[in-house]
């Protein structure tokens, strides 16, 4: 079955990132709602599937976000600071390392990059004030499903 091989595939990536605590599969306004999230977390929407004679396409959105520091300091240059720079740079370096291992790695599936959108940034969202980016990947795999 298409979607569970390349959502396993997609699923493994994340999972092999050491920086990567949670992994949930929701609606993208429904990230937050689990109080056991450990972050960073990533979660996975599938959005859609379009078939073709030699490819089946799968489109996901893609959510990497870490909770945002509540005791933001006033250091010595008078500047305002929380973690929002480190949440942004520890979740887009997680999205990277995920792009880059999808266009290179092979895999006995043949699964590849059709399109990825840009990368959006995330600011104080959701109830928990999360930090983070999220994007759009579309992947394809070979359709070997035979004619009835």
Known sequence: NAVSTVTFFVEELFRSNPL??????????????????????????????????????????????????????LNNDKLFVDNLIDNLNETTYIATKFINAVRRIGNDDSIDVDTISDIQFVKNDYGNGLDGCYFTIRLSIPNRVSAC
């Open 20 to 73: 990567v605590n949670t992994i949930t599969y929701s609606k993208s306004n429904e990230i937050d709602l689990n109080k056991e999230n450990i972050y960073p977390l990533v979660n996975i929407d599938e959005l859609n599937m379009v078939i073709d004679d030699q490819v089946i396409y799968q489109t996901y959105e893609i959510y990497i976000l870490d909770a945002r520091d509540i005791t933001p300091v």
